[in-house]
């Protein structure tokens, strides 16, 4: 069973302020199943943006619910990171997007292949 978008974000927020880091929801998306995006932003004024895996990276091995992502677009203009959300936003108006001040995101999500 996998838990519902609002108590995904708020649990990944924690973890990024437990860790030093700094996260807010930028667009709030359905509470139970709006698809996650997350932006990254670097010191450098470059950021990376991480969105749902597809289903065909979901194994049964993942079945306890965790939330696989793979990276939309690394270390880029953040212009190039807000026209990808709004295309994304167009096609599913539910989405969530969370942004974090990190250089480490590692054990805040589980990233495809990574």
């Not at 212009?79 to 709004?86: P, S, T």
């Amino acid at each position: 069973m996998r838990l519902r978008s609002d108590i995904v974000i708020s649990a990944l927020i924690r973890r990024v302020f437990s860790q030093g880091g700094f996260a807010a929801v930028a667009r709030k998306g359905s509470d139970a199943a709006g698809a996650i995006f997350v932006r990254q932003r670097f010191r450098d004024g470059l950021e990376t943006l991480y969105g749902p895996a597809p289903q065909s990276f979901v194994t049964d091995d993942d079945s306890d619910g965790d939330r696989i992502f793979e990276i939309r677009l690394a270390r880029t203009e953040p212009e190039a990171l807000d026209a990808l959300i709004e295309r994304e936003a167009r096609f599913d108006a539910d989405l969530w997007v969370v942004e974090i001040e990190t250089d480490e995101i590692g054990s805040l999500v589980t990233v495809a292949g990574g």
